[in-house]
């Protein structure tokens, strides 16, 4: 099953700005192992690319910007499927287990990668709230 990316949030505001010190070395991870498409590049007023995938898009620019300390979240719809795809295409990073992570009122299935260029990414597949209710019926405590 391939994943599907719903959204994309930039950890500084921005996912159409991401900081890359080479944009060439950049793409190749990007497209190749998560399965974005190039869909513009400009020249001005710094080296940038757009990339895009499902729904979503992201940005890489040689905007002299820190990676280290910037990247994206994902809202996937299957954890499990975006791992395995990148593991598929041929990551060789070590990938993060996975994790369960409440952001507002919303529980996450997650897992983080540091591309090669330094970038971190959060991947997110949002969890249904199980209710409260045991196998009677009857809500839990309740006799």
Known sequence: MKAEFKNA???QGDNMNL???NLEAAIPFYVSVMGFRIVSRSEAPHRSVVLGR???QIGLAENGGDATQDGC???VNSAEA???EMN???FEKKISEFDIE??????WKVFYVIAPDGLCYWFGERQTEKGTEDESGDEAGRG
């Open 82 to 84: 975006a791992i395995a």
């Open 9 to 11: 949030w930039g950890y």
């Open 102 to 107: 409440k952001k507002d009122d919303t529980s």
């Open 19 to 21: 900081p890359v010190l």
């Open 73 to 75: 979240a994902f809202e």
């Open 54 to 56: 499902d729904d979503i």
């Open 88 to 90: 598929e295409n041929g």
